[in-house]
C-alpha cells in the first residue's frame, strides 16, 4: 500500500522537530536560510508534497472544487471544463468532475459525493432528468457555492452563465427557411431544461416571423437528449412517416446533432435529398461530412471560464454575496455548404 512522506519523517531524518520542518517549508522568516536549504533539499529527495487532506483540516478549505455535467464526451462540455480548468488551476484550485449521464439519481449521488468530500464549491450542469432540485437547494442553504452553466435552474438564486439560446436557434431556424425549406421540423430535449424551452422559442420566434404557423406534431422530445439511440430514432421515425412529412428539421443538442445523422445514415435517409438539417453543436468533425452540416456554436469554453470565476470569487468572498449575475453570451451559426 502506498504510504505518503510526511512532516515527521523529515524531521526524524533531519534530526528537527516537525514544526521548524513546517515552518521551513513555508518558508518563514523565524527559520535560518542554511536549514530552510537543508529540510527544502531533503523534501525534494524524496518526493514530498503536503497532504491535502491536512491541509484542508487546517485551512477550512480543500482547494478543489466539483463539476456536475451529463457527460465529458459531448463537445460542448468537453469544451466547458477545459475552460474550467484553465481558472482553476491557475488559481490553485484542483477540479473534480463527474458525470450524470442524463440521470436524475446519478446526479444526487455525485453531489452528495463531491459535497461529502468537502469540495469548497460546485459547478453544475443539470441533467436532462432533473425536474427536483431540492437536493441542490439543501446545500446551498448550507452555504455551499454553487454557479450553473448551461442548463440552470430557476428557483435558486446564484450567478447563472448560459448562451444566448433563443437567439441561437432563431438564426438556425431562420436559414433553413432562408434556403426555401417552410415544413421545419424541431427536435429537441426534455420540455422542462432551460435550454429546451429558450431554443424552442427561438425556434417558434423565426416561424413566426416569416408567416409559417407553428405545427405541434412536428416538435419531437428526447428526453434523455440523445443519450439512448432508440429515443432519436423513434422520434425521426414518427416524423418521417407523416403525411405531411417535414422537408427540414432543426436539431437543438450536441449529442442529438451527431445522433440524428447516425439515424439517418441507418434508416437511409438523404441529406439534403430528403430532409435538410441544422444542429447545435461545437463538434468539429461536422465540417468535414459529406455534405457539412451548418450548426450553432456555443462559447462553451468563455462559458466555463467566466463560471469557474464567479465561483471562485463566491468562495473567496469574505463576506455574504447577494447580488449575482445572469450572464448570457453570444452564439454563432457556422454556416457550412
Do not use: W
Not at 533531519?14 to 527559520?31: C, F, K, P, Q, Y
Not at 436559414?175 to 422542462?192: E, F, M, N, V
Request: proline residues 4%.
Amino acid at each position: 500500500m502506498f504510504e505518503p512522506s510526511t512532516l515527521k519523517d523529515i524531521a526524524k531524518a533531519l534530526g528537527l522537530s516537525t514544526s521548524t520542518v513546517s515552518r521551513a517549508l513555508r518558508d518563514t522568516h523565524e527559520i535560518s536560510p542554511a536549514t530552510k536549504k537543508i529540510v527544502l533539499e531533503y523534501a525534494e529527495k524524496i518526493n514530498y508534497r503536503p497532504n491535502p487532506i491536512a491541509q484542508s483540516l487546517k485551512e477550512r478549505r480543500s482547494k478543489s472544487i466539483g463539476v456536475v455535467v451529463s457527460e465529458v464526451a459531448n463537445h460542448y462540455f468537453s469544451q466547458a471544463i477545459n475552460g474550467i480548468e484553465s481558472i482553476a488551476y491557475d488559481r490553485g484550485y484542483h477540479v473534480i468532475i463527474t458525470q450524470t449521464h442524463e440521470s436524475y439519481d446519478r446526479e444526487k449521488i455525485n453531489i452528495q459525493h463531491l459535497a461529502s468530500r468537502s469540495v469548497d464549491g460546485l459547478l453544475v450542469s443539470l441533467s436532462a432528468e432533473t425536474r427536483d432540485i431540492s437536493h441542490l437547494k439543501a446545500l446551498h442553504k448550507r452555504g455551499l457555492p454553487i454557479v450553473f452553466f448551461d442548463r440552470v435552474p430557476e428557483e435558486i438564486e446564484t450567478h447563472k452563465i448560459v448562451a444566448n439560446n433563443e437567439k441561437g436557434a432563431f438564426d438556425a431556424t431562420e436559414h433553413l427557411i432562408i434556403q426555401g425549406y417552410r415544413k421545419i421540423a424541431h427536435l429537441t430535449s426534455s420540455d422542462h431544461l432551460s435550454i429546451s424551452i429558450e431554443r424552442l422559442q427561438g425556434y417558434k420566434k423565426a416561424l413566426e416571423k416569416h408567416g409559417i404557423p407553428f405545427n405541434e406534431a412536428y416538435l419531437k422530445h428526447c428526453p434523455h437528449g440523445g443519450m439512448f439511440y432508440e429515443e432519436m430514432e423513434d422520434a425521426i421515425k414518427e416524423l418521417m412517416n407523416m403525411q405531411d412529412r417535414p422537408d427540414a428539421i432543426f436539431v437543438a443538442g450536441d449529442r442529438l446533432s451527431l445522433g440524428c445523422l447516425m439515424v439517418f445514415k441507418n434508416l437511409n435517409i438523404k441529406i439534403p435529398t430528403d430532409i435538410a438539417i441544422t444542429g447545435f453543436s461545437n463538434a468539429e468533425v461536422l465540417g468535414l461530412l459529406t455534405p457539412p452540416l451548418t450548426a450553432v456554436r456555443q462559447p462553451a469554453y468563455e462559458i466555463g471560464q467566466i463560471a469557474t470565476e464567479k465561483l471562485l470569487n463566491l468562495i473567496e468572498s469574505k463576506y455574504p454575496v447577494s447580488e449575482f449575475e445572469h450572464m448570457v453570451l453570444d452564439t454563432v451559426l457556422d454556416i457550412r455548404s
